[in-house]
């Protein structure tokens, strides 16, 4: 137990503590975004199922790699609010309000905005390649996936998990993060599960530079005797 209870604070306790005080000192006001995210997910959710709104909200939020870049960029942010109309809306609800709200209070809600959006394009670019490389090509995908509607936060989710886990050094949560996202291609070889692997690769990417901009300011900072450290996760 004394050796579960060690992984449990080295893996989980700053996370844990970070969260924790924020919401017993904060409330619902550690996460206004993170709670209108969830809003505006039910919000679009409820508009799609009725006769007249699945229109308006394909205009404005679906995204299918057959779509014109520019249409794809413009309809990105919303598009992540947009729940896919095949699976149960209450699975993105909880998504967005756990690893939203996580991520907003570990990061702040800019940097948790920009790790959103660069796991979700990251997703999105894949599926222009993969189908511009074709089935036969290395990671390529078939020209039916064109069709395919790309929408819901998963990729967001996945690609924030996989920071925040980075950011506090939770090595084993990120690494069953990421092996759950591998065999989730190999039981199921979709062009979901695929854009989460590249949302991963984009965020592996994010960390890599981000773990060399922290070094070289270190070293920077010990060569001027000035003191160094990580900055605030919140901003």
Known sequence: MNTVSAFAHREWGPLYATVRKALVT???RAVPMT????????LFQLVQNQSWGI???RTIGFVQAEDPLWVALLR???SLFVPALDLPVWGALAQVLLVFGIAEICLGRWRTLVIAYVSTLAGTTYARIGIAVGPEGFLGLPASDAEVVDTGPSAAVVGLAVFVCWCYRAWFTAALVIVAMIVEVMVQDNLAGKE???AIAAVLVVC???SLLLRRGRQRSTAGGGRSGAPPMRS
């Open 35 to 42: 709670l209108g995210a969830v809003c505006l997910t039910a």
């Open 55 to 57: 229109g308006p909200v």
């Open 26 to 28: 904060e409330k619902w």
């Open 196 to 198: 989460h692997l590249a």
């Open 76 to 78: 990105t942010p919303l």
């Open 208 to 210: 890599a530079l981000s």
